[in-house]
């Protein structure tokens, strides 16, 4: 299941919300999203984990939880839509 993850810190690891998810059951990849022309993150991640039942329970427990000084948000990620280009 493919986990959302806000309002993370810039300081913020793959490493840091690896370990603090991998208490709920096994962590397959973690991604912090980062901008394309600075490299720094933009405040947020995906995290994917291989067993549902892991996943809803790591969601019920880190939601609203402190993660690097910030209180993240944690959901059920959304499938990505088609949004037009950008010029």
């Not at 986990?3 to 962590?27: K, P, R």
């Not at 901008?35 to 549902?52: H, I, L, Q, W």
């Amino acid at each position: 299941m493919n986990i959302y993850v806000g309002n993370i810190s810039w300081g913020t690891t793959e490493d840091d919300l690896s370990q603090a998810f991998e208490e709920y059951g096994s962590v397959t990849s973690v991604n912090i999203i980062t901008d394309r022309d600075t490299g720094r993150s933009k405040g947020f991640a995906f995290v994917e984990m291989e067993n549902a039942s892991d996943a809803e329970a790591a969601i019920a427990a880190l939601d609203g939880t402190s993660v690097g000084g910030r209180n993240i948000r944690v959901n059920e990620a959304r499938p990505k839509t088609d949004r037009p280009k950008r010029w």
